[in-house]
């Protein structure tokens, strides 16, 4: 399974960025996908999570009202939009997949394939 992650950059506190993520290597559809970030001197966090469908998606406290996760499985992409951003959402930005389940799931070790990361930089 590859995972590639795209859309970061710098933007201004209050302003919108959108992630995307393109997996390959086998049936997108049967599972489902994280988002997770890391700042400097952090550990790695849970952002968001959507289940197969899409149908069901979990956020994090930090980001939810401001970011949504959704996916396409026609063409093997999960996103990220980021709304209405901060300075602490300044990271480097990760795309996750398990190695098994069609579930979402926030606990890091439940994802065997990672993105190689976008940083996404807010300035105040």
């Known amino acids: 399974v590859q995972l590639q992650a795209s859309g970061g950059g710098l933007v201004q506190a209050g302003g919108s960025l959108r992630l995307s993520c393109a997996a390959s290597?086998?049936?997108?559809?049967?599972?489902?996908m994280g988002w997770f970030r890391q700042a400097p001197g952090k550990e790695r966090e849970f952002v968001a999570a959507?289940?197969?469908?899409?149908?069901?998606?979990y956020y994090a406290d930090s980001v939810k009202g401001r970011f949504t996760i959704s996916r396409d499985n026609a063409k093997n992409l999960v996103y990220l939009q980021m709304n209405s951003l901060k300075p602490e959402d300044t990271a480097v930005y990760y795309c996750?997949?398990?190695?098994?389940?069609?579930?979402?799931?926030?606990?890091?070790?439940?994802?065997?394939?990672w993105g190689q990361g976008t940083q996404v930089t807010v300035s105040s």
């Open positions: 290597g086998r049936t997108f559809s049967s599972y489902g």
């Open positions: 996750a997949a398990p190695g098994s389940g069609f579930g979402y799931y926030t606990d890091p070790l439940k994802y065997d394939y």
């Open positions: 959507i289940n197969w469908s899409g149908g069901i998606k």
